[in-house]
């Protein structure tokens, strides 16, 4: 279970205060991988960080039950001055699981060579996201946040990826972005729409395209 109770964002644009996420209050069920939809600029990435508890809302909180990862496929998750081995090293003792296993598989899963051992500062976005990937993925949370990383590399990385997805998805649950239409119906049993700052559920994930879709037609 993710509860939104009065959850509020907004930024400052242009010397205008713009409201990413307007006075928020659902609650999304547990055991059910959610397709997150919104248009560019709809605030998804920011409410991924807000669940995650990487962002802070201006009012209001957001409650789990569960564990949930960090953004996968959102490069500001790591220390830019540390080498990607020592950000996992970090990782794993932030979520107390064996250092050593979690290096082994990120590594390996990465295919970063060398760089895994260079600053994160010298990686480039899909090198940022590999590493996210693997060490969010090395980790069993009950929530997974994903944000269109399966994209990331080649053909083979990507059917390792999400090889490596749906074997998670056997006991968690993922809360996804994707602007591809056939990988969150693969994936997801339901949706959410993110739109002008409000969040509507939908039970069926061809609900929640569909109503997406509605709102791209008409911007």
Same mark, same amino acid.
């Given at each position: 279970?993710?509860? +939104? &109770?009065? %959850?509020?964002?907004?930024? *400052?644009?242009?010397?205008?205060?713009? @409201?990413?996420?307007?006075?928020?209050?659902?609650?999304?069920?547990? =055991?059910?991988?959610?397709?997150? %939809?919104?248009?560019?600029?709809? =605030?998804?990435?920011?409410?991924?960080?807000?669940?995650?508890?990487?962002?802070? !809302?201006?009012?209001?909180?957001?409650?789990?039950? =569960?564990?949930?990862?960090? !953004?996968?496929?959102?490069?500001?998750?790591?220390? !830019?001055?540390?080498?990607?081995?020592?950000?996992?090293?970090?990782?794993? *003792?932030?979520?107390?699981?064996?250092?050593?296993? %979690?290096?082994?598989?990120? &590594? &390996?899963?990465?295919? #970063?060579?060398?760089?895994?051992?260079? !600053?994160? *500062?010298?990686?480039?976005?899909?090198?940022?996201?590999?590493?996210? +990937? =693997?060490?969010?993925?090395?980790?069993?949370?009950?929530?997974?946040?994903?944000?269109?990383?399966?994209?990331?590399? $080649?053909?083979?990385?990507?059917?390792?990826?999400? /090889? %490596?997805?749906?074997?998670?998805?056997?006991?968690?649950? /993922?809360?996804?972005?994707?602007? &591809?239409?056939?990988?969150?119906?693969?994936?997801?049993?339901?949706?959410?729409?993110?739109? *002008?700052? @409000? #969040?509507?559920?939908? $039970?069926?994930?061809?609900?929640?395209?569909? /109503?997406?879709?509605? @709102?791209?037609?008409?911007?």
């Amino acid at each position: 279970m993710i509860r +939104f &109770e009065n %959850l509020t964002k907004t930024y *400052r644009v242009q010397g205008a205060r713009k @409201t990413i996420i307007d006075d928020l209050t659902i609650e999304l069920p547990t =055991g059910t991988s959610l397709g997150l %939809l919104g248009l560019n600029g709809a =605030g998804k990435s920011t409410l991924m960080q807000l669940i995650a508890g990487t962002l802070r !809302p201006d009012r209001g909180r957001v409650i789990s039950d =569960g564990s949930i990862s960090w !953004p996968v496929g959102f490069g500001g998750s790591f220390h !830019p001055d540390l080498t990607g081995a020592q950000n996992v090293r970090f990782i794993a *003792r932030v979520y107390g699981v064996d250092t050593d296993e %979690l290096m082994a598989f990120v &590594e &390996e899963f990465s295919e #970063l060579g060398k760089h895994f051992h260079m !600053p994160v *500062r010298s990686y480039s976005a899909g090198m940022k996201s590999r590493l996210t +990937f =693997g060490a969010s993925f090395g980790i069993r949370f009950d929530t997974y946040l994903v944000d269109e990383v399966t994209s990331v590399g $080649d053909a083979a990385f990507r059917r390792k990826s999400e /090889a %490596l997805f749906k074997d998670r998805m056997q006991a968690s649950s /993922a809360i996804l972005v994707s602007h &591809e239409m056939g990988q969150l119906r693969s994936y997801c049993d339901s949706g959410i729409v993110l739109d *002008r700052g @409000t #969040l509507t559920y939908f $039970d069926d994930i061809e609900d929640a395209i569909e /109503a997406h879709l509605a @709102t791209v037609r008409k911007s």
